[in-house]
């Protein structure tokens, strides 16, 4: 997997939300609506989910295994940083 692009926007909401990601994977699948978040910790990203019957939230897309999170994390929060640094975050 490549991921060849990220995009990312900022949210106009106060609160530990700060952007919104976009990837495109081999020029080819888009995956959406990837969060970065402000926690205790610093950020991390959470992956698109929806709200279940029960009220509980599901990843509908989501990696497989811990490398491929890891990987996808550090290239999504590095695109936010370096559009931080940059003045560019739309």
Known sequence: MNVTDVRVRKVDKEGKMKAVASITIDG???VHDIK???GEKGLFIAMP???TGEGEYR???HPINSE?????QALVLGAYEKA???GTLE
Request: net charge negative; proline share 0%.
């Open 84 to 86: 931080l640094n940059d």
């Open 59 to 61: 990843d509908i897309a």
């Open 49 to 51: 989910s929806r709200r």
């Open 68 to 72: 491929t999170r890891d990987r996808l």
């Open 28 to 30: 080819e699948f888009v």
């Open 36 to 38: 970065i978040i402000e």
